[in-house]
């Protein structure tokens, strides 16, 4: 890089033989501007901002050590020379305290100020090369703090899952990765709903999935007086709320409560899925992670005898445990006796308490439950075959009814089953066999009042808070078709009533029931009614 020169002498002759008789080149020098006074010489200074200044000490207006002074103080890296007299002793002295670089006295010499501008340039040479290092050095260390700062999550992440784990010394780890607190609080985030896909490709969209919850909970955190490091257990989402002053646990409670209620409407408005999530008690040590693991599991398990509620606190009332063991073998014979002898109405009514019973007697067994709920049905099953002798008659083997069992996920959705399965065989004795349960009743009721919606199996199961897997099992049982068919059934037959009234216009039609494009519409009514709607309206005209 050449350095900008700028010579300032009241006699012209000096100022010339300066600039022309000088190899600026071979120094590595432009000389960019020249002043034949200290006034002129300023406003070159300013304007121009030159690495290096040979001036002379003594001229009208300002002098050279005025101009120094102003090139110390504005631009202190550059180099100031000044040209002076023996006489000049006194001002000499004044431009050393000013920090001028170097002085020529007259008469000027070429070689010796060339020289001088020599050491000059190497000096701003060197002054450069450490700036640049230093700027480099700077740069490395912010890019080093950036990269230390970006991994701290992801360190705080391991240190959670290792101390999960049962990881041992790792509370030195804790203070260096400045996890400060006083309380805190496990929370599990459990999906409903898992990714269709499987494999590696699975895996990578549940991944990222789970980090855009975990970014979400922390941008809701932002305006809270807690924060949270986010974990993965299995496929559970793990949230370790902090605390960084004690509070009383009934204000932690309505402060996650608070948190919870938000991040699952977050996730549903979002990401479209449902969420549940299991909360821990009050701890104080992160080394008592894994009891809180634990108890938030034990807490989670319970939400299949507690489907209604999406928010699961591990302080929840012991009413199921309170009742006690008792013998269920009674209850067992009691149901029985009402299959034999009782209406399906009376059998159904009566199935909600005998279902509260079993929930007594499990204290929170899954497993018993489940157990229970297959010797209910196979008891029904094999009443049915005791009247009929049919054993295929009810169109399902007993693997199929243990595996639906199984498969259930919910109290709420084994109520829903058992009040289909058991209703199904006594209508089928009692020969009201195309009468729907009250389950499949009420979905079909909800299509028919949302058929201007946008609704699908999801939402519907959701509302029903029912699983999407079982609500389309049932519905196919009862109705012989899928959830997308019952729904377009629904919405033509609407469509056929509207169509009849001649305010309506064909093309409005559509959308009145659903249906945002015509043509969509067009093609669903056609499959059905072997028509088109223009065709119908017409024909309903006529008749």
Known sequence: MTYKVVVIDDKPFIRQA???????????????????????????????????????????????????????????????????GYQDFEYAKRAVRLGVFDFIVKPINNEELS?????????????????????????????????????????RSKLIGDLIAGTDNVQEQVSNLEILFSRYVLHIVRTKEKPAAA????????????????EQAHELTNKRDFYLIESLQSDDLIFVCLFPKALPQREIRMKLQSFCSEFIQEASSKENISCTIAVSSVYKSLLELPEAFREATATMDSSFFRAEESVLFSDHGQQTKEMGKFSIIQDLEQFNEMLEHKSSEEVIGHLERFLEQITAYSEGNILVVKGLLSEVCL?????????????FGLGKSVDQILEEVYRLSSMKEASAYLGSFIGHIKRKLEGGDKVY???????????????????????????????????????????????????????????????????????????????KEYAYFYQVFKRLEGQSPKEYKNRSKEN
């Open 18 to 84: 300066i600039v022309q008789t000088i190899d600026w080149d071979k120094l590595n020098c432009t000389v960019v501007g020249q002043a034949e006074d200290g006034i002129e010489g300023k406003r070159l200074i300013q304007e121009l901002q030159p690495d290096i200044l040979v001036s002379d000490i003594k001229m009208p207006g300002l002098s050279g050590l005025d101009l120094a002074e102003l090139i110390g103080t504005d631009y202190p890296m550059s180099k100031t020379i000044l040209i002076t």
């Open 115 to 155: 020289n001088v501008i020599r050491r000059a340039v190497s000096e701003l040479d060197n002054r450069r090369t450490e700036h640049e290092n230093n700027a480099k050095i700077t740069t490395a260390f912010v890019e080093l703090e950036k990269q230390h700062t970006s991994s701290i999550p992801s360190l």
């Open 199 to 214: 494999g590696t490709s699975g895996t990578k969209l549940r991944k990222q999935m789970q980090l855009r919850l975990a």
């Open 379 to 391: 008891a029904a099953a094999r009443h049915y075959f005791r009247v009929t002798g049919d054993e």
């Open 437 to 515: 349960s009250l389950v499949v009743k009420k979905v079909v009721d909800y299509i028919n009042s949302h058929l201007a919606d946008s609704i699908n199996l999801t939402s519907t199961a959701d509302h029903f808070g029912l699983s999407p897997s079982y609500l389309s099992r049932l519905l196919r049982t009862e109705t012989g078709i899928n959830f997308v068919d019952l729904v377009s059934k629904a919405r033509i037959e609407a469509a056929k009533r509207l169509l009849m009234d001649p305010k309506n216009k064909v093309n409005e039609v559509g959308e009145m029931v659903g249906y």
